[in-house]
């Protein structure tokens, strides 16, 4: 009946629970990653989260584009962000990425 109305705010939590929920996956199938097991995914922000949300949207003919967009994004993060979480899914994404 009462349904979340979509905001910032509820689509930034659903994804944080989302990266949460990928994280506590690895730890359950005893995968070994070095980017999501010192990861606290309420740290990331709407920058990470379009990010995100664009390479899990992304259609195969839209990969190559994808990864141009990944790569400003990183630099960006990588030169102005004191928020390691948003580092270590830097790397978590360029992995993903770089599987595609």
């Not at 949300?53 to 990864?67: D, G, Q, T």
């Amino acid at each position: 009946m009462f349904e979340k109305e979509p905001t910032i705010e509820n689509d930034l939590k659903d994804f944080h629970e989302e990266i949460q929920a990928l994280k506590e996956k690895e730890v359950v199938d005893k995968m070994i990653s070095i980017h999501l097991a010192d990861l606290d995914p309420y740290n990331l922000t709407q920058d990470d989260m379009v990010m995100y949300k664009r390479y899990k949207e992304a259609k195969e003919s839209e990969i190559e584009e994808v990864k141009v967009e990944f790569e400003e994004y990183r630099n960006e993060v990588m030169g102005s962000s004191g928020n390691e979480d948003r580092k270590i899914f830097i790397g978590y994404l360029g992995n993903v990425l770089a599987t595609k």
